[in-house]
């Protein structure tokens, strides 16, 4: 990358977050070229570590043809972001079946589990004991797994894209609503199996303990409330999730051109190296805050699938 | 059962209603190279369908190979925990039944011994009233006999006295009249007089 090629990445960092000032400042600015947003955003296009010319190369991913299932089209060839899930849920199965079995082998030989067995196995064993099932009520056992996949997916997808060339799977708003939609459809069946034809006073709000002329009024304004909650919670989860992820990276991202806005405004003298601390210091900090909110993130999307579950079990009208 | 079958036609009229979104998402990523880039609200199908497939295998295999060999042994000591405190009640249950039982015999075992005592004493009782009556019958007999035989000895000592004193005051008025009176006579006299001082 030359350094006028970062200079552009930086005015479009710039231009990204507040795009009124780049039609005041560089109307000369003949050619622009976004390198934030294609980060962010899938593609078809993977990069690979090059030491030839920069330090990075594209290759381009396979296009398949989309198949016609009945009236949908589906493009099922591997994108940026669909090449990331492989990684990252291979990397997960590796990693959590590792540990698995040398926490196994561990409490067979009788002493306590050391290392990265020892990790995952607190990790799950406070989820399970102290997070999902206290939320979920009793009888909690079968939602553990679901609970447990989806956080450990979703830690494993915000951490690979932390990783130079690496891109996060669940910075795309179709791979959270997906993993939301899943949650929904949990949710719902564990109200179905829990209430039985109760399950119904989750949709139609149906006060037994009121009389019928406050009821009907009342049932007609909170019915569509009820309905629009069991949606906006998913649509909530999808959101936070995706908009968590991909707010990170355009924070590292833009942090990163400010170095290059720096050397530009200080004409690439010697002293831009030393205005670049500033930005090295922000983006080392934010990466580091990054690795947090992807725990934390993978954690909430678990931790509130876990408390709607324990909500709709509970609700008795 | 109307009511369950019309949720479950509302929720396949949502799902049917989402559909035409789903296929117009395909459509755009299909159409996605030439026209339009992606954005970063843009659903794309064929990410949903592998993020459908990556989180299925991820649960299968978790749920199957990870899980269970990470909370077997926790599973496996709630377990036992239950078991132990299920089999801790039916102990102490068994242990009150036994204890009630000792109980019983102790008590009964109490009553027995107490009634042996007062057996005894009553027993004890007896024989010492008994011997103390024999020992007094036995020392009246005692007496009365030594009483009759000093009677009996008295008697016969009174006799004999009086044998002595007849034939020693014969023989002492025989000395005193020797010549006038023939043997016979004088007894009969002597006899007289000592009959009459019987009297």
Redesign the interface.
């Known amino acids: 990358m030359t350094p006028n090629h970062l200079l552009k990445t930086l005015l479009l960092a710039v231009a990204f977050m507040a795009p009124g000032t780049l039609h005041a400042q560089a109307p000369a600015e003949a050619e622009k070229k976004d390198y934030i947003m294609p980060h962010v955003l899938n593609g078809h296009e993977l990069a690979i570590p090059s030491f030839g010319h920069g330090l990075e190369r594209e290759i381009h991913l396979p296009r398949w043809a989309p198949i016609q299932i009945g009236g949908l089209t589906l493009d099922l060839s591997p994108s940026k972001h669909v090449v990331m899930l492989w990684i990252s849920g291979a990397l997960c199965l590796l990693v959590m079946v590792a540990a698995a079995r040398g926490a196994a082998k561990a409490h067979a030989a009788g002493r306590p589990a050391k290392g990265l067995a020892g990790a995952v196995e607190a990790m799950v064993l406070y989820l399970r004991n102290d997070v999902i099932l206290p939320n979920v009520g009793h009888h909690g056992e079968k939602y553990v797994a679901y609970c447990l996949s989806a956080f450990f997916m979703v830690l494993f997808c915000n951490l690979l894209g932390l990783f130079p060339y690496m891109a996060t799977a669940t910075g795309n708003i179709s791979v959270t609503a997906t993993l939301a939609v899943l949650s929904f459809l949990v949710i719902e069946i564990a109200g179905m199996r829990a209430l039985g034809m109760g399950y119904i006073n989750t949709i139609v709000w149906w006060p037994r303990d009121l009389p019928f002329a406050v009821k009907a009024p009342v049932t007609l304004i909170m019915t569509p409330v009820e309905i629009l909650g069991k949606f906006t919670k998913p649509f909530a989860l999808a959101m936070r999730l995706f908009a968590n992820m991909t707010a990170g990276h355009i924070a590292v991202l833009a942090l990163v051109g400010m170095i290059f806005t720096f050397a530009q405004m200080l004409n690439y003298s010697p002293a831009a190296y030393g205005a670049a601390l500033i930005p090295v210091a922000l983006s080392t900090a934010i990466m580091g805050l990054e690795v947090f909110v992807s725990f934390l993130q993978a954690f909430i999307f678990m931790l509130l699938t876990a408390v709607f579950i324990g909500q709709i079990r509970e609700s008795h009208h | 059962m109307r009511?369950?079958k019309l949720?479950i036609a509302s929720l396949a009229g949502l799902i049917a209603t989402a559909?035409?979104l789903?296929?117009q998402?395909?459509?755009h990523?299909?159409t996605a190279?030439e026209a339009a880039?992606?954005?970063?609200?843009?659903?794309?199908?064929?990410?949903?369908?592998?993020?459908?497939i990556?989180?299925a295998?991820?649960?299968t295999?978790?749920?199957k190979?990870?899980?269970p060999?990470?909370?077997?042994?926790?599973q496996a000591r709630e377990a036992a925990l239950t078991k132990a405190l299920e089999e801790a009640r039916a102990d102490r249950e068994a242990a009150a039944k036994l204890l009630a039982e000792h109980q019983a015999k102790i008590e009964a075992a109490r009553g027995e011994a107490q009634k042996f005592i007062a057996d005894g004493r009553a027993t004890a009782e007896t024989m010492k009233s008994t011997m103390l009556e024999e020992t007094r019958k036995q020392q009246a007999e005692l007496l009365e006999r030594a009483k009759r035989d000093i009677e009996s000895e008295k008697s016969a000592a009174i006799a004999e006295l009086r044998r002595e004193a007849v034939g020693l005051a014969i023989s002492a008025a025989g000395k005193v009249i020797e010549k006038n009176l023939d043997d016979a006579q004088n007894r009969k006299l002597v006899e007289g007089f000592l009959a009459g001082l019987k009297q």
């Open positions: 009511l369950l949720t559909a035409p789903f296929s998402a395909g459509e990523a299909a190279t880039k992606p954005g970063l609200l843009t659903v794309d199908g064929g990410l949903m369908f592998w993020t459908l990556v989180f295998a991820i649960f295999i978790l749920a190979y990870a899980f060999l990470i909370l077997g042994a926790v």
